[in-house]
């Protein structure tokens, strides 16, 4: 990859997905697709969100690489390579968590018709897909293709992928801890 920032960051994605696969892979499906309150999502709905975004952000990159150009006009500014979190930012502000939009929900379909290692799968292909679209773009380059995107500041591709890990991690966390919350109402 040329872009030694977006290695990074699709290394910490990897690094995030290894920790807590573990855990994700020894819930049943009655587990994964548990609500624990109605209208929260179950741990299956905040995984199959991640691979949701992964998609959407795979899909903006292919219509912002048009931008190549624009990008290499651009490329002797520095450009930024990290991000901060816009989804604890949010929280800070509203006293709440950000809501997705209704493209990023997961569909009442899927509950119970996908497992875990289903969904990880296709985390790991969109994963491939996406460092197969990037890894050929120059970090100055990369550094200057602008996603319209006002929520998160306007990222650059780099502070999209550095935003997309920080995304995981989030929903991780969250997982995490209904795994922890739900863990003595079917063990017992």
Same mark, same amino acid.
């Given at each position: 990859m040329k872009s030694n920032s977006m290695m990074k960051h699709f290394h910490t994605l990897?690094?995030?997905?290894?920790?807590?696969?573990?855990?994700?892979?020894?819930?049943?499906?009655?587990?994964?697709?548990?609500?624990?309150?109605? +209208?929260?999502?179950?741990?299956?709905?905040?995984?199959?969100?991640l691979y949701l975004i992964l998609r959407m952000l795979k899909t903006a990159t292919k219509c912002s690489l048009l931008l190549i150009p624009y990008a290499k006009m651009?490329?002797?500014?520095?450009?930024?390579?990290?991000?901060?979190?816009?989804?604890?930012? !949010?929280?800070?502000?509203?006293?709440?968590?950000?809501?997705?939009? +209704?493209?990023?929900?997961?569909s009442q379909k899927i509950q119970y018709s996908l497992n875990s290692k289903d969904i990880e799968q296709f985390l790991i292909n969109d994963t491939m897909a996406m460092k197969s679209l990037v890894e050929g773009i120059e970090e100055d380059i990369a550094g200057h293709i602008?996603?319209?995107?006002?929520?998160?500041? !306007?990222?650059?591709?780099?502070?999209?992928?550095?935003?997309?890990?920080?995304?995981?991690?989030?929903?991780?966390?969250?997982?995490e801890r209904l795994i922890g919350a739900n863990h003595f109402m079917f063990r017992s």
């Open positions: 990897q690094e995030q997905r290894a920790h807590y696969m573990p855990s994700i892979h020894a819930l049943s499906q009655k587990e994964l697709w548990y609500r624990s309150e109605e +209208g929260k999502w179950s741990i299956g709905e905040h995984f199959y969100h651009r490329r002797n500014k520095p450009p930024a390579t990290e991000i901060h979190d816009i989804y604890e930012e !949010y929280k800070h502000k509203k006293g709440k968590g950000m809501k997705a939009p +209704g493209i990023l929900v997961p602008i996603f319209p995107d006002p929520i998160a500041h !306007y990222p650059n591709l780099i502070q999209a992928i550095h935003l997309l890990a920080i995304h995981e991690r989030h929903h991780f966390d969250i997982i």
